[in-house]
């Protein structure tokens, strides 16, 4: 397969750039360099849209012929957004918080051409029931996963999986940050088909 288009992934992530990996199609990586506070009065979906845009924008700067992925997630509980825990403390509250709750993940998906600037975006969904969990079980599974820079302090594609009592959703890919199945809708929309001869 020969792919005309540079592909460049707006994110430093390795969670990302492992799952670009599984697509198994060139691609290069840059850092959006932009602020992603949240603005007043917006919606967690509208947080993430704007976000995976300007981070595609950001790059796009620097890649003037290439398709530009970015994406942006957050994790809701009750409403409320939960970030990056940062610190074992702060990860044991989320998952106190987490438990035996069902936690919304919201991705943010955009792929931008710096060509013509023309863009897709959209929100892919995921969402995962918690077990009830034990002060023990919790304490035990941030010392073994260490999850302190994962929205919702769990990493579903290790130990995190046995939290849940169940998961919703269309692409399991989405909970990690970069909805593999959209995306591979947009590549071909925009003239990349991954499983061509």
């Known amino acids: 397969m020969t792919i005309?288009?540079?592909l460049v992934l707006g994110s430093t992530s390795p969670y990302r750039r492992e799952l670009m990996q599984r697509l198994h199609t060139p691609f290069e990586t840059a850092a959006p360099d932009i602020d992603e506070t949240r603005l007043p009065g917006e919606s967690a979906r509208d947080m993430v849209l704007r976000l995976s845009l300007q981070k595609a924008q950001a790059v796009a700067a620097q890649h003037p012929d290439a398709l530009?992925?970015?994406s942006d997630q957050c994790a809701v509980l009750h409403e409320q957004i939960i970030g990056k825990p940062g610190s074992h403390e702060n990860a044991v509250k989320q998952l106190?918080?987490?438990s035996g709750e069902t936690v919304a993940f919201l991705t943010g998906l955009c792929l931008y051409d710096s060509r013509d600037g023309s863009y897709q975006l959209d929100v892919v969904p995921f969402s995962v029931d918690f077990r009830e969990l034990t002060g023990a079980e919790i304490d035990a599974y941030?010392?073994?996963d260490q999850p302190y820079n994962c929205a919702?302090?769990?990493r579903s594609e290790s130990l995190?999986?046995?939290l849940f009592k169940r998961m919703h959703g269309d692409d399991p890919s989405a909970l990690m940050g970069l909805p593999l199945i959209r995306l591979s809708e947009m590549l071909k929309q925009a003239g990349i088909n991954l499983l061509a001869a």
């Open 4 to 6: 005309t288009r540079t």
């Open 68 to 70: 530009i992925i970015g």
């Open 96 to 98: 106190q918080n987490s």
């Open 142 to 144: 941030l010392r073994k």
């Open 152 to 154: 919702g302090s769990f």
């Open 160 to 162: 995190g999986i046995t």
